[in-house]
């Protein structure tokens, strides 16, 4: 996620490095693009998620999971709009400095949604690690009532400490000498508990919280992926000695139909944790490299690059907000069953 504010908050034209203010400003406008069209789409498919897991009801934990996910991703995309909006031309010539909008409306509030579905989908893919591991006794651990409790404590955890930005960056009239005019924008202030407060949240939004997630979900998803490949020996080996009785055959169909419903439920999981693994990759990294090497950072020698990487990064956080809805309706029958009659489609419903 590209934070640049600074720069242009100060009233500074101009940034130096190896791109210039030119190449620098016609790379994020591509990227801006792209990640308008993404989040477009992944704004209509969150809210078909939301209405149909409303609709299956929340008998199921996993329900209740799943539909969170898809509210968290919802705002995560509705400010990534917003973002890729202020970046329009058609701000060019308005009194107001558009990356301070950017900043404290949709950058900050869009990283913390991005760090809770992060959460998120590491308590799901946990949910369902632990659902193989301890099959008798998941059911009664997380009720439905308990993972409502659990999403809460996420929600909790994460957004609330996000008000110390707008004590850091308010938003105000402001005179500019160097640009000779009059701009809404962010307001310089300084106090130090403000200062340290920041300084904090901004280590535990952006280093502590995604980097944790990351190791979460990475860990169940190779636990699941091994889970899977034994399961699948297991049904292989039991096909070539189960006897031909009909007593048999209906225990080991019985068994197989119980295993099969499990498989699909772990392959949606591990699906829905790729996508994050793939998507939070290059994010890390970026966070990473600003750490080891300050000249990339938003101040630094290389501030265009961290501008243009960012922004880059930015649009796989929104192909992971946006990505679910094509998971859940090739992989989960119940979805594509519901969705299917939401839009009026039941006769799709013999197909595939």
């Given at each position: 996620m590209s934070l640049s504010t600074n720069l242009t908050v100060s009233g500074a034209t101009d940034t130096s490095g190896v791109l210039s203010v030119e190449m620098t400003r016609?790379?994020?406008?591509?990227?801006?693009s792209i990640g308008l069209t993404v989040a477009v789409f992944g704004a209509a498919g969150n809210i078909v998620n939301?209405?149909?897991y409303i609709r299956l009801g929340f008998s199921e934990s996993t329900n209740v999971s799943l539909t969170a996910l898809a509210c968290s991703d919802l705002v995560g995309v509705i400010t990534a709009v917003c973002t890729e909006i202020f970046f329009l031309p058609i701000f060019d010539?308005?009194?107001i400095i558009p990356e301070a909008f950017v900043f404290t409306i949709s950058s900050w509030p869009h990283v913390v949604f991005t760090r809770i579905s992060a959460f998120i989908t590491?308590?799901?893919?946990?949910?369902?690690?632990?659902?193989?591991?301890?099959?008798?006794?998941?059911?009664?651990?997380?009720?439905p009532k308990r993972t409502f409790i659990v999403i809460g404590s996420i929600f909790t955890a994460v957004f609330p400490p996000m008000i110390v930005v707008y004590f850091k960056y308010p938003i105000g009239i402001l005179f500019l000498p160097g640009q000779n005019r009059t701009v809404l924008t962010i307001l310089p202030i300084n106090d130090e508990v403000i200062e340290t407060s920041f300084m904090i949240f901004q280590v535990y939004a952006s280093i502590v919280l995604p980097i944790t997630a990351f190791l979460i979900v990475t860990?169940?998803?190779?636990?699941?992926?091994?889970?899977?490949?034994?399961s699948k020996k297991w049904r292989d080996s039991n096909r070539t000695v189960v006897d031909k009785t009909d007593?048999?055959?209906?225990?080991?169909?019985?068994?197989?139909?119980?295993?099969?419903?499990?498989?699909k439920a772990i392959k949606m999981v591990v699906a829905i944790a790729t996508v994050f693994i793939i998507s939070a990759v290059p994010s890390c990294i970026h966070i990473i490299i600003v750490m080891?090497?300050?000249?990339?950072?938003?101040?630094?020698?290389?501030?265009?690059?961290?501008?243009?990487?960012?922004h880059a990064f930015f649009v796989f956080d929104l192909l992971n907000c946006s990505a679910n809805i094509v998971i859940y309706y090739r992989m989960s029958t119940k979805f594509r069953q519901a969705a299917l009659e939401l839009f009026n489609f039941k006769h799709l419903l013999h197909r595939g």
């Open positions: 016609n790379l994020i406008m591509t990227i801006a939301i209405i149909v010539n308005v009194p590491a308590f799901i893919s946990l949910e369902r690690y632990l659902c193989v591991f301890l099959p008798l006794k998941i059911k009664s651990i997380f009720t860990l169940c998803t190779i636990l699941l992926t091994i889970t899977l490949k034994r007593q048999q055959d209906k225990s080991f169909a019985t068994k197989s139909a119980e295993d099969s419903k499990e498989t080891l090497f300050p000249e990339f950072d938003i101040n630094g020698r290389y501030a265009n690059i961290f501008n243009v990487t960012g």
